[in-house]
C-alpha cells in the first residue's frame, strides 16, 4: 500500500506497529442484568441512581499478536475512557512487563513503556483492562427492552467510526486490520450475538462464557456483540447462508419481512459482485436504542426497530419501503466496505456511496412495481445536489485527520453525493463494463484496503476507459457545477447549436473562487428522439450540436442523472414549459427541471416569478414522485411568504388558497380510502394530497382527520398509510386536546414505528404553550434518546415553533449538550440545524452569536451551513417577497372565489394515472 498524506495525521498510530491477531475476553457486571422494573421511566430511575454507579463496570483481557516492523521500547495502541491495570508483552517466549502507562486523551491513545527495546518480528502484548459502559449509544452501552411485563438492561455496540477503543485496547484504524475471537460472560438466561458463530459454551456457575469462532481480517470498526434476551426466525439463502432475525420477546414476527428482503439480496449481491458472502452466517439484529439508522457490522448487521421490524398491525407502505432501502444498504456493505476496506476514512465514501448506489438496484430487483429508481433520482440524485452547494461543502473525497472530523463526514454528500457519482459511473462505462471493474477491484484488494485511486485503476484496466479523469472530478472537486446553455446561430435543418459554459454552482448565486471545472456527462433529449445522445465536456467552454429541428424543445441531464444544473435562455424554459403541460417529458426530467428552476431563482440566475409560475405547469401531475416535488416548491414559497407569529397578511393568504386548491384534485381523486390494487406510489400520494391539503387550510379534511383520530381511539382501525397525515393534521390544528390524543396513541403501543409517527406529528404543534410541552416531553424519559431528536427537526418548518424552539434550546443547553455530546454530537447539529429557517438579521446575529459562544466539535459544518441558509433566506425575501406577493394577488383577483365542482369520475378522467 502506498502512504499517502494520511501517514502524517497526528491521530494515526504508528506503521511500524501492526495486529494480525486479537483475542478478546469481555466481562460486565452480571448485576447489571438484574436490574428490571414495571416501566422504561421505572428502570432508568434505577439505572441513574449513585449505587448503581458500580453495575456498569466492565473488565476484560485482549491478546494481541503483533508485527513489529522495528525495535521498539513502547507500543501505542487506541484506549478511550479505559484503565489498563496491567500489561506485558511476550517475544520468544521471553516476557517483558510494562514499567509504565501514559494515557493521551487528545489522541485517545495509550503507550506502554517497557524500559528495554523489544526486537522486530511477531510478538505477543497481553493488557488487563477495565471500563464502564456509557448511555450515549457507541461502544459499548446499555438499551432498556421489554420482557412481558417486566422492563430489562441489555448490552449493545456501536463502534464505527472510532469507537472499539471505547470497548478494548486496540488499533482502531480500518487499515490496521486482523482476525478476532470474542469471548464474554453473561447469565444463562440471556443470548450472546458477535460476528460469528458461536464455537463453544463453558458454565462458571450462575454465568456461562460465550466464545465465538475467529473472525476473518477485518477492521475493528466493524466488530460487534450483543446481549439481550432474544427471539429469532430463520431461514437459509440459495447459497447456504443462514440468515436470522433477532427481536427483544414478542417481536420475532415484526422480523418477516426483513428476513425476506435479505434472504433475497444477499445471493443477488453475490451475484452482482461476483463473490459468495464470506461468512458462515448473517444476524439482522433489532436494537431499541441504536443511534443510526444501521451498522454493516460483518456477520451481525444492528438496525433500529423502526429499519427491521414492520407490526402487521401498523404496517404501512413507506414503512416497509425503508425497511427494504436500510436492509439491502447494509448487505450492500459486506462486500464494499466490509471484504475491501477504505484505507482511512478520506475514502468513506466508497462504503457509503457504494452502498447507496447498489441498495437503489436491490431494491429495483425486487421489488419493480416500486419506481425505486425514480425515488433514487427524487430523493438520493436531489439530496446530493441541496448538500454540496453550499460555501462550507466538502468533496466526496474530503481530508478528515480526528474523530470529530471523521463523524461529520457521514452526512448527504458522501452517502447521496457518491451514490449520485456511481450512477454516473455505470451511465458512462455501461452496467456490464462498471461491474467488470467493480470485480476487479473487489478481487485484488480482499480482505484488504483500498483508495479511490486503487478504485479507478482497476475500472481502468478492466473497461480501458480513464474514468479517473472523467469522474475523479466529481469526487475530488468540492460541489458540483452549472452549466449555462446559449444558442447559436445554425443554419442546419436538422439540428440546433449550442455553446455551453461551466462553472460551480453555489446555492445563493455567489461565485468559486477556487474557478473549478468538472469533466461532464453532457446528455440531451429532445422532441421524437428515440434515446438520449451524451458528449463529454472537458473544459470551461463546450460547441454542441443537437440532433433536434428548430422549435422543438431539447433538454440537457436526460433523466436527471447527473450532478449537475442547466440554466437555460427564458425562451428554452419556455419550451420545456409547455413540454410538462403538454405531457412530453417523462417523470424523472419534470423532477429535474422543477428543482433546477427553484434552485436557480433562490441564486437569483431566474426570476423567483418565473419558478412559481412553473409550478402551473404541473396542475395535471399524476407521479407520487413529482407531486412531493410540487409539496417542496409550495413549501419553499410558503417559507418566503409566512409571517412568522403574526397574522397572515393578504400576500401570505392568496398564497394557502392557491397550495389549497393545487391539491384539490389529487386529495378529492384519491380520497381517504383505499380502492383496489393501489401502487405504493398511489398510496404514498393519497398521503401527501390529504396532508397538504389539509395543511393549506382544507377545513373539511381538517374535521374528517379529527373524527379518524377519536374513532381510532375508541377501537376502531385507522389504515396505517394515512396516519401519519391523520396525526400532523390533529397536530398542526389543535393544542393541548390534540396532544392528549397523540399521547395516548404513543402510551398505548410498543411498535416503535408507531411511536415514531406520533413524534414526528407533534412537531408540527402550533399553540406556543404545547410546543413548549412537546419539548419537555421530547427530552424526557418516555422518549428514547435517538428519538428525541425527531420532534425538534420536525419543528424546523414551523414557523409558528421555531423562535420558541430556538429559546428553548438555548436555555436548555447544558441538558442537550451532556445528552448529546461526543458520539452523539451529530444529533445535537441536527437539533441546531433547525435554526436554518430563521429569516431576519435579528435572528442571524442571535444564532451567530450562539454559535460562537456553544462550538460544537463534529458539527462545524452544520452550524457554518446554517448561517449561510439564513443568509439566504434573508436575501431572498428581501429580493423576491413583493414580486411573488403580487403575483399571487394577481392571479387571486383573476380567478375570484374556486369553486370545485368536478365529480370523483371526471377527475378520474382528467388524472387517469392516479387510478
Known sequence: MRRTKDAKNPYRLSESVSPTAYFVRWIPNQKIFALSADTREHLIKKMNEPEAKELFMFCGAVEINLSLARATETVTLHAHDLKI???????????????????????????????????????WLYIEYSGTLNDDMCGAYGTTYQDGDVWR??????????????????????????????????????????????????????????????????????????????????????????????????????????????????????DYYGMKYPLPKLDLVAIPDFAAGAMENWGIETFRETALLVDPKNDSVAARERIADVVDHELAHHWFGNLVTMYWWNHIWLNEGFADFVENKMVDLQFPA??????????????????????????????????????????TTTYSGGGSVNLMNEQYLTEEGFRKGLRE???????????????????????????????????????????????????????????????RFLFDGSKDKKNQTWTIPIGTTARNASKPTYSYMFGKNMMLEVPVRPGDWVKFNPGTTSLYRVLYPPYIRNELRAAVKAGDLGPADRIGLLDDVFALAKAGHV???????????????????????????????????????RMPDDAYTHFREYAKNFFADPARVMTWNKRGDETNASILLRALALRCFGGYGDTETITTARAKIDAFL????????????????????GGPEALKKLMRVYDSTEDHQEKIRVLRAIGKTQDPDTVRRVLDLAVSNKVRKQDTVIVFVNTDKNQAALPIVWNYIKKNWKLLYARYHGDGIRHLGNIVGVAKRFKTEDMY?????????????GAKRTMAETLEEIRLNIAIRKRDKDSIARWFAERASARGPVSLTLTTEALMTELPELR
Open 85 to 123: 491495570t496491567d500489561g506485558y508483552i511476550d517475544k520468544d517466549g521471553i516476557r517483558h512487563g510494562a514499567r509504565s502507562v501514559k494515557y493521551n486523551k487528545k489522541y485517545q491513545t495509550a503507550t506502554l513503556s517497557f524500559g528495554k527495546k523489544i526486537g522486530a518480528g511477531a510478538c
Open 153 to 270: 438492561y441489555g448490552i449493545a455496540t456501536q463502534f464505527e467510526a472510532t469507537d472499539a477503543r471505547r470497548v478494548f485496547p486496540c488499533f482502531d484504524e480500518p487499515a490496521k486490520k486482523a482476525t478476532v475471537e470474542f469471548s464474554l460472560d453473561i447469565p444463562h438466561d440471556l443470548t450472546a450475538l458477535s460476528n460469528m458463530p458461536v464455537e463453544y459454551e463453558t458454565s462458571t456457575g450462575a454465568v456461562k462464557i460465550v466464545t465465538f469462532k475467529t473472525t476473518p481480517r477485518m477492521s475493528t470498526y466493524l466488530m460487534a456483540f450483543t446481549v439481550m434476551k432474544f427471539e429469532y426466525i430463520e431461514a437459509t439463502d440459495r447459497y447456504g447462508v443462514k440468515v436470522r432475525v433477532y427481536t427483544t420477546p414478542g417481536k420475532k414476527e415484526h422480523g418477516r419481512f426483513g428476513l425476506e428482503v435479505a434472504l433475497h439480496t444477499l445471493p443477488a449481491l453475490a
Open 370 to 411: 416500486w419506481e425505486r429508481t425514480l425515488r433514487f433520482i427524487s430523493e438520493s440524485v436531489l439530496a446530493a445536489l441541496h448538500a454540496m452547494d453550499k460555501k462550507n461543502s466538502h468533496p466526496i473525497e474530503c481530508e478528515v485527520q480526528n474523530p470529530e472530523e471523521i463523524r461529520e463526514n457521514f452526512d
Open 441 to 503: 477491484y473487489l478481487q485484488t484488494y480482499a480482505y484488504g484496503n483500498a483508495t479511490t485511486q486503487n478504485l479507478w485503476d482497476m475500472i481502468e484496466r478492466a473497461t480501458g476507459k480513464p474514468i479517473r479523469s472523467v469522474m475523479g472530478t466529481f469526487t475530488r472537486n468540492t460541489g458540483y457545477p452549472l452549466v449555462t446553455v446559449e444558442e447559436q446561430e445554425n443554419k442546419e435543418a436538422t439540428t440546433r447549436r449550442f455553446k455551453l459554459s461551466q462553472e
Open 607 to 645: 426570476p423567483m416569478v418565473e419558478a412559481v409560475e412553473t409550478l402551473s405547469a404541473y396542475e395535471k401531475e399524476s407521479s407520487y414522485y413529482v407531486w412531493s416535488m410540487i409539496a417542496g416548491a409550495l413549501g419553499d414559497i410558503d417559507h418566503i411568504l409566512h409571517p412568522g407569529v
Open 714 to 733: 375508541a377501537g376502531e382501525p385507522l389504515d396505517p398509510d394515512i396516519r401519519q397525515a391523520v396525526y400532523i393534521l390533529n397536530a398542526e390544528n
Open 845 to 857: 446575529r442571535d444564532v451567530k452569536r450562539f454559535f460562537a459562544d456553544h462550538p460544537l466539535k
